[in-house]
């Protein structure tokens, strides 16, 4: 299995990172989490387009995390040659409570983009599942769970395929909540926003993020949503985190793969 690090950075973006997109790739599974501006884009480069994802999993409604998901609605009424796609295959997009509000929103309350229900009629290829505090999910070959955290009706997924565990934190301030859904896991991918000095808003620091690597004991850590301030500072960072946990651990960067 491999994972893909789409987008490992915020919505500044650097050289080597931007906003937020991981592809969970497996054999006959692959898994969306998050959908930031530029990540349909960063899919096509690895030969995944709209119509093969098998659902798009959102933590949390922030731009960098949920920008492109009203492109993907729309590329999946096409096959890859660009021709509709007659019918579109259903697409399941898993989010927090308000999640059915929001996509109603874009695509029949705004004027301009409501054409995407009206004519191309998303409705009838759009499975929207709205996820809370414990709520566990089996679909085939793989299954979800979930933790909310603290982020502006954030939650975190901790999601197996094929015998392995690969939770993601989306955004989020240290949560007790987070730790306990990723005791263990194979692989935490988990926020380290900023350097602890400079640390704002509901987000994790390198300090932070250590203690909660010594709890969590994941046999794999990656770490991402880097702002700007951490670019040339990745080796430090591996460094510090490695003094609080025996984990692998890699500071992604977009386009970074690791195999489970
Ligand atoms: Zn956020
Ligand atoms: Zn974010």
Redesign the pocket.
């Known amino acids: 299995m491999k994972i893909h690090f789409l987008g490992t950075g915020?919505?500044v973006p650097t050289e080597g990172r931007f906003?937020?997109g991981i592809l969970i790739e497996a054999s006959n599974i692959k898994l969306l989490l998050d959908c930031g501006p530029g990540c349909i884009e960063k899919l096509r480069r690895i030969g995944v387009y709209p119509q093969d994802l098998n659902a798009l999993l959102i933590t949390h409604f922030?731009v960098?995390?949920v920008s492109d998901m009203l492109p993907l609605i729309k590329a999946r009424a096409y096959g890859r040659d660009g021709f509709p796609a007659l019918p579109p295959q259903m697409l399941e997009i898993l989010g927090p409570k308000g999640l059915e509000k929001l996509v109603r929103h874009l695509v029949v309350d705004i004027t301009e983009f409501s054409y995407i229900s009206r004519m191309m009629r998303c409705f009838n290829y759009l499975k929207l599942t709205e996820l809370s505090h414990g709520d566990k999910l089996f679909r085939g070959d793989w299954s979800v769970e979930v933790a909310e955290v603290e982020h502006y009706n954030g939650i975190a997924y901790k999601v197996v395929v094929e015998d392995k565990s690969i939770v993601y934190s989306g955004?989020t301030l240290p949560d007790k909540r987070l730790i306990e859904l990723a005791r263990g896991c194979d692989l935490l991918i988990h926020?380290c926003s900023f350097p602890h000095e400079t640390l704002i808003g509901k987000h994790t620091s390198d300090k932070q993020l250590a203690e909660i690597l010594g709890e969590v004991k994941a046999k794999k850590v990656a770490v991402v949503?880097l702002y700007p301030a951490w670019e040339g500072r990745e080796e430090t960072l591996v460094e510090q985190l490695s003094k609080a946990s025996r984990a692998d651990i890699h500071v992604a960067r977009d386009m970074d793969i690791i195999e489970l």
């Open positions: 915020s919505i906003a937020s922030h960098d995390h955004d926020e949503h």
